[in-house]
């Protein structure tokens, strides 16, 4: 039972113990904070979400759908999916908000328990981001870079070693900064940046204004989806927009490690170099029902939406139709090659070269190239993150090892994460491993969503989930479902369930 001091939420995991709110002030380290100091203070975990997000669907599966069938029933689809993902987002992190539980701790407070959900939402994680695609692509890219050429598929190793490579410079990133969220904020706020006005200034430059009005307009005009389309596609491209649909749940750690809400009370994950030793709650902190918290409650939301839809839903939209308006318009060139799943990490490269001057290739092919690679860093990290906070938090005898600094089990986590994606690449061409990854983020869209609506119920009165919310959210587990299950049939039936 729950006293007086502390709330019960769900089942199998400890009361959270009962606290004040912090401001943001507090949290920033700022007498008060003005406009200005918002933006460079409090925003910025979404900026992690486009770094990770413009690299797979955006750079790769949303050109290959788009190129291949055309925008008009298509992008009316990449807005739906971009506000559901957006809503979903907003739910998740509020019980991170209301918590400072991480979402693959908090799973657990579901029946029947940790016992069952932390374990299975790892694996769901794994089906989901250990493919490592995004290494391979770029794998590719590199490739082509000093090669010359587009690797044959006898070449296929030495795109994998190369792969292998990345990933490991990957971890080099995650080894600076106070916080290893800081570090990849940073990064990838600079990355989104640089890979959007590149991305930007050539679809301006070479695009007829025409064929963009048109693009564009796919996204609020409804139409009959192409004749013809790959549902597997398009459920990629779905399960892609904005970060990765039902693992969206994933990004929200970053919100917990920035300090939003009670996260500034459980801690954060230091980086070895430049961070100090910082214990993490296995458990979160909820916050007493008072008038002052329920204004401070308020307050933390609208941070909470402004980083969301501000930076996250238009970054989303910007992210999946600018790249794709350049390449669809690529393919409509005399002699343009047809889009593939085989040459899609160099399409873009080989076109523009084609058309414009090979320095043009060579530049394309680094920003590509580097597009995925940050896409791989980021993911990875998340992967990492999501293993060490779910196993801190199911084995207590962890604390006791690493003597409350996180630290040490983190890291040994990533060396083991590495090594098992360097096999696992193996198994298929690049963007293929990318179509699993989508379509598996589609399930995670079935089943998260609903256990939101379970655990958004159980929060002090004021972070309570509205009627609407769980509205929401049950639209956004049924769109998900519906292409899951037309990949599963696909898979396994070679037939899917609805045909174009």
């Known amino acids: 039972m729950a006293s007086k001091d502390s709330l019960q939420i769900g089942v199998s995991r400890p009361e959270l113990p009962l606290d004040d709110l912090p401001t943001p002030e507090e949290v920033f380290n700022v007498p008060k904070l003005n406009w200005g100091q918002v933006f460079k203070f409090v925003l910025g975990p979404s900026m992690i979400a486009l770094g990770a997000s413009i690299g797979s669907g955006e750079w790769l599966l949303g050109p290959l759908a788009f190129g291949k069938y055309g925008f008009m029933g298509l992008g009316w689809l990449i807005t739906i999916a971009a506000v559901l993902q957006t809503f979903y987002n907003m739910e998740v992190a509020r019980f991170t908000m209301a918590t400072g539980e991480v979402p693959s701790v908090a799973f657990s407070r579901t029946p029947p328990g940790k016992a069952f959900w932390l374990p299975f939402t790892l694996i769901i994680i794994y089906l989901g981001w250990i493919w490592g695609g995004w290494a391979s692509t770029a794998g590719q890219g590199l490739f ?7 690797n044959v598929k006898e070449e296929l190793e030495v795109v994998r070693i190369i792969a292998i490579g990345l990933m490991m410079l990957s971890l080099g990133l995650f080894l600076f900064g106070k916080k290893v969220s800081e570090t990849l904020e940073k990064f990838n706020t600079w990355a989104v940046w640089f890979v959007m006005i590149f991305v930007i200034a050539v679809t301006v430059a070479i695009v007829p204004a025409s064929y963009l009005g048109s693009a564009l307009a796919s996204a609020v005009i409804p139409a009959r989806i192409p004749a013809g389309m790959d549902i597997t596609l398009l459920g990629g491209i779905i399960g892609y927009t904005g970060f990765a649909a039902g693992f969206n749940f994933m990004l929200i750690n970053y919100y917990r490690d920035k300090g939003y809400g009670m996260g500034h009370k459980v801690g954060f994950i230091a980086g070895l170099l430049g961070g100090k030793k910082k214990d993490v709650l296995p458990s979160g902190v909820t916050f007493r029902e008072s008038e002052k918290n329920t204004s401070l409650w308020n307050r933390w939301w609208r941070y909470l939406a402004m ?20 390449v669809a318009y690529l393919t409509t060139i005399p002699g343009a090659g047809i889009p593939e799943k085989a040459n899609m990490p160099i399409y873009a490269a080989t076109e ?3 058309n414009y001057g090979q320095w043009l290739f060579i ?3 680094l920003v590509g190239t580097f597009t995925l690679f940050k896409t791989q860093a980021t993911i990875l990290e998340m992967v990492i993150r999501n293993t060490a906070d779910s196993a801190y938090a199911m084995f207590p005898k962890l604390h006791e090892w690493t003597k409350g600094d996180m630290r040490k089990f983190y890291y040994l986590v990533a060396v083991v994460i590495i090594l ?3 096999i696992i690449i193996h198994l298929a061409l690049p963007t293929e491993l990318l179509i699993i990854s989508s379509n598996m983020s589609n399930l995670a869209g079935v089943i998260f969503p609903l256990i939101m609506i379970y655990l958004n119920s159980k929060l002090p009165y004021p972070a309570r989930a509205k009627w609407w919310s769980i509205l929401v959210l049950v639209i956004f587990a049924l769109f998900s479902g519906f292409f899951f299950a037309n990949f599963v049939s696909v898979q396994f039936f070679k037939v899917p369930l609805v045909k174009f």
């Open 144 to 150: 082509a870079l000093f090669v010359g050429r587009p």
């Open 307 to 326: 980083d969301q839809w501000g930076i996250f839903f238009v970054g989303a939209m910007l992210g999946m139709f600018i790249p794709s308006i350049m």
């Open 352 to 354: 523009l070269g084609r």
């Open 363 to 365: 530049l394309t092919l």
């Open 420 to 422: 098992l994606i360097a």
